[in-house]
């Protein structure tokens, strides 16, 4: 079934790839970028998901809005113009976070406000995601932004009942309680476990399938 599921991926990689930020290119995972709200913010569910949702909004229209910004602007006018756009964008969703969840704005401190300036939205625009056309562009932004919710929301989700406990502040009953996992080296911990499921993930998926016994590949 492994080897099916290999030749799968590796048949129809081309249009897989278009996902790819969703797992093995993930944003935080594969590349290690936008880890500090992961790790120093995300210790309860509340907080993961405002993180992750405020980042989608604000990082999904913030490129989308970028893909409209003349070329034959320069670089760094541009990259500024990106950064304003997505500040601008940051007002309503902050708000909206607060409606949803009351005080958690206060909660995820300086590390909301630190999404504007994001990798994605910095770097990524250019060198990636306006290299495509819009609707592919589009798509490929949507899985990144996908990709980092579903990670910083797992991270919060553990950390939150194994440290404290509790899910969105309800008491779980759980044996053993760490809570180190409050703390920002377990996030670090988490999230280097994760990390390296992925890349086991992704050689499974680029490497030679296993030798079968008597030395025949599969």
Same mark, same amino acid.
């Given at each position: 079934?492994? @080897?099916?599921?290999? =030749? ?21 995972? !594969? =590349? %290690?970028?936008?880890?500090?709200? $992961? ?6 569910? /509340? *907080? %993961?998901? $405002? ?12 490129? @989308?809005?970028?893909?409209? @910004? +003349? ?11 990106? $950064?304003? $756009? ?5 007002? +309503? @969703? ?18 909301? +406000?630190?999404?504007?300036? *994001? ?44 440290? *404290? %406990?509790?899910?969105? !502040? ?15 080296? %377990? ?11 992925? /890349? ?8 030679? +399938?296993?030798? =079968? ?6």
């Amino acid at each position: 079934m492994d @080897v099916v599921f290999r =030749r799968f991926y590796q048949k129809n990689k081309k249009q897989i790839d278009q996902f790819d930020g969703l797992l093995v290119n993930n944003t935080v995972l !594969e =590349r %290690g970028l936008v880890i500090a709200p $992961v790790i120093a913010a995300a210790n309860t569910l /509340q *907080n %993961g998901l $405002v993180l992750g949702m405020s980042f989608m909004l604000i990082t999904f229209f913030a490129v @989308v809005v970028a893909s409209f @910004v +003349p070329k034959a602007l320069p670089y760094a006018i541009r990259v500024i113009l990106y $950064v304003i $756009v997505a500040g601008l964008l940051f007002i +309503p @969703v902050s708000y909206l976070m607060d409606l949803m969840f009351p005080g958690s704005v206060f909660k995820v401190g300086i590390f909301l +406000p630190l999404l504007i300036t *994001n990798s994605l939205i910095v770097t990524k625009t250019e060198t990636r995601f306006l290299k495509k056309k819009r609707l592919s562009m589009m798509l490929d932004v949507f899985s990144h932004v996908l990709g980092f919710f579903v990670v910083i929301v797992l991270v919060a989700a553990l950390r939150e009942l194994l440290g *404290n %406990g509790t899910l969105m !502040e309800h008491e779980i009953n759980i044996p053993l309680k760490i809570y180190g996992f409050m703390l920002p080296f %377990g996030g670090f911990i988490l999230l280097g476990f994760l990390a390296a499921g992925v /890349q086991r993930f992704r050689l499974y998926l680029h490497g030679e +399938p296993k030798a =079968r016994k008597g030395g025949v590949r599969s």
